[in-house]
């Protein structure tokens, strides 16, 4: 029996006519991928291929179970053509969303369609015990799909922090093995594993189904505890040199002592970030200030980004305060990202994005302040489409992508 046409992707003995061969497959699939089902006749004008080429490779895809021919399309005259499209339970992906306390697990078909999501409770912390604990989690999310191994082409999983997506790497968690973070995982679940940097990742679900209107450059910032961003740039994922570039928490903005997770004094993180809201809510009521959240009688130290959160969606007088404070500095910070990038729009993500306009337009005000009006005019201002959901669709994205060789 011949290789299957994955096996053939990731085979370095292909060569020739079969190269080749593979490679149009791939960019089929890929397309499939992207518009669904359509006619050889489109087919072979977008990859500029003849009809004959094109019916031979989409015959082998379908002895292979990967694609499926759907029927006759309705035509205004003449002989109707049929269309093909991917089988949806040929192949699926995992994504698996890595958060301080807790991870969102998702399952996608072939199709791009999300299946399944789970939500477990996870402490995210450097040591072997929580690594043990993640692969667990992920062992019993995919014990439970009742779905072959052999059909799951990949498991993505998203990590805060500085991630070399490349070689497997996280140098922020779980980073105290010389083997990389990916083979460490695969070794306990026993499938294919690619690493990302969560914010990346979102920004990646977020640019492909996040339903915005298409744009070639794009910021998305992910603000959660922490401060990160993926950034779009000619309609492809910027990494830079060491595939770091994001680390917009990091600028260091401010003038005061306050020492950053980093390590570092001054940073933008300091005081605009979920982190800071927490410690500054904290400050606040420390200094008898009032608050919905004292009458839940939650001590000072035990309220967490979460309670805050709800409060200002409960019209707490201080969290949309201490919000609107965060938003004016973030604003001035993304003031700069305009003057450098000059983007087609920003997209608000992570779950400080949740306040809504308590948030934006705190920003929108700050960004109309700071940045250059020439520069700022065609920068749109969004909140996520795709919220809590956004880091497991990009994970499953990515994994589908990187499998296919399209990344």
């Known amino acids: 029996m011949g290789k299957s046409f994955f096996e053939e992707l990731s085979s370095k003995e292909v060569t020739g006519v079969a190269y080749k061969n593979v490679n149009l497959k791939k960019l089929i699939i890929s397309y499939f991928a992207d518009n669904g089902n359509t006619t050889i006749a489109d087919v072979c004008k977008e990859l500029n291929l003849s009809i004959p080429k094109v019916n031979n490779l989409i015959g082998d895809l379908i002895s292979e179970g990967l694609v499926q021919d759907y029927g006759k399309v309705d035509s205004s005259g003449g002989r109707r053509p049929s269309i093909y499209g991917l089988v949806a339970d040929s192949a699926f992906f995992i994504g698996v969303d890595v958060k301080q306390s807790h991870i969102n697990m998702g399952l996608a078909d072939f199709k791009n369609t999300i299946l399944k999501v789970a939500k477990s409770p996870y402490t995210l912390a450097n ?119 994001g680390e917009f928490g990091h600028m260091p903005v401010f003038e005061n002592e306050i020492i950053c997770h980093c390590g570092k004094k001054g940073c933008l993180e300091t005081e605009a970030s979920g982190w800071a809201l927490v410690r500054m809510f904290r400050e606040k009521i420390k200094a008898s200030s009032s608050t919905l959240i004292t009458k839940q009688k939650i001590k000072p130290d035990e309220i967490t980004m979460a309670d805050i959160i709800q409060a200002a969606k409960d019209d707490d007088v201080l969290a949309i305060e201490l919000i609107a404070e965060i ?15 000059n983007p087609g729009i920003i997209i608000l993500g992570g779950r400080l994005s949740l306040t809504g306009d308590y948030l934006r337009l705190p920003i929108k005000s700050a960004m109309n302040k700071y940045s250059l009006s020439l520069v700022s005019n065609d920068t749109q201002l969004v909140i996520s489409k795709l919220g809590e959901q956004g880091g497991l669709v990009g994970a499953c994205l990515l994994v589908r992508d990187r499998v296919l060789s399209l990344i």
């Open 127 to 245: 040591n072997r015990e929580s690594l043990d604990n993640l692969c667990f989690l992920i062992n019993e999310f995919v014990n439970g799909l009742g779905i072959s191994k052999e059909k799951i082409l990949g498991v993505g999983v998203n990590l805060s922090g500085r991630i070399n997506h490349s070689t497997g790497y996280s140098y922020s968690f779980f980073y105290f093995d010389e083997q990389p973070l990916t083979v460490l995982i695969e070794n306990q679940i026993g499938i294919p594993v690619f690493l990302e940097n969560d914010s990346r990742a979102m920004a990646y679900g977020e640019f492909n189904q996040g339903g915005l209107s298409k744009t070639n450059d794009a910021l998305f910032l992910n603000l959660d505890y922490g401060i990160g961003m993926g950034i779009l740039l000619n309609g492809e994922l910027f990494y830079g040199k060491s595939g770091y570039a």
């Open 327 to 341: 938003g004016t500095k973030l604003g001035k910070g993304i003031a700069l990202l305009i003057n450098l990038f």
